[in-house]
């Protein structure tokens, strides 16, 4: 070995006992100081504190206050009414139209068309058990009904309305 490879071996092997002995330095400062942090407070204490420092009244805005709040439900309530899919219409085939007969107009995915021969396994259910698959989605042998349609803003009114619209025009 040469006298400058002796070298480089002696300062490498400082420098790896130096990083050692600062790993230990940090272990032993982190699990003083997990000895150290303060434990965690006790629920009712944090309960005590949050009633001290609670607000002592409310504001009261007299009859102003109250318009404000009824417009504000007002308005949220025609928010609501806007989102119901076709305008809320229960017109069946209005919805059928638009949304069903995708898939009920040409067979797709196993969906019965209105051929009353397509609805005769399904008929004898009742029509309480088809509203129920048309609103909650039902997978069967023949095929997969989505939850209303694939649509979730109809309302259970609006499905409802549109079987019972494509049970009347069977052919």
């Known amino acids: 070995m040469r006298n400058y490879?002796?070298?480089?071996?002696?300062k490498f092997s400082m420098v790896i006992g130096f990083l050692s002995v600062v790993t230990i330095a940090l272990i032993l400062?982190?699990?003083y100081l997990n000895g150290v942090l303060p434990a965690e407070r006790d629920p009712a204490m944090n309960r005590i504190t949050e009633q001290r420092i609670a607000p002592q009244g409310a504001v009261?805005?007299?009859q102003t206050g109250a318009a404000q709040q009824a417009a504000a439900?007002?308005?949220?309530?025609?928010?609501?009414a806007s989102q119901v899919?076709?305008?809320?219409t229960t017109d069946g085939s209005v919805i059928f139209g638009q949304l069903c007969a995708g898939c009920h107009g040409s067979g797709a995915g196993g969906a019965p068309t209105l051929d009353r021969a397509h609805w005769a396994a399904r008929l004898p259910k009742g029509t309480d058990t088809l509203h129920k698959h048309a609103i909650e989605g039902f997978t069967g042998t023949a095929g997969v009904m989505p939850a209303k349609g694939g649509n979730p803003a109809l309302t259970d009114?609006?499905?409802i309305a549109t079987v019972d619209w494509m049970l009347?025009?069977?052919k």
């Not at 439900?73 to 609501?80: F, L, Y």
């Open 5 to 10: 490879d002796l070298v480089f071996l002696k």
């Open 29 to 31: 400062a982190a699990l």
């Open 60 to 62: 009261y805005a007299g």
């Open 73 to 80: 439900a007002a308005a949220a309530a025609a928010a609501a």
């Open 85 to 88: 899919a076709y305008g809320g």
């Open 157 to 159: 009114e609006q499905v």
């Open 168 to 170: 009347a025009n069977l």
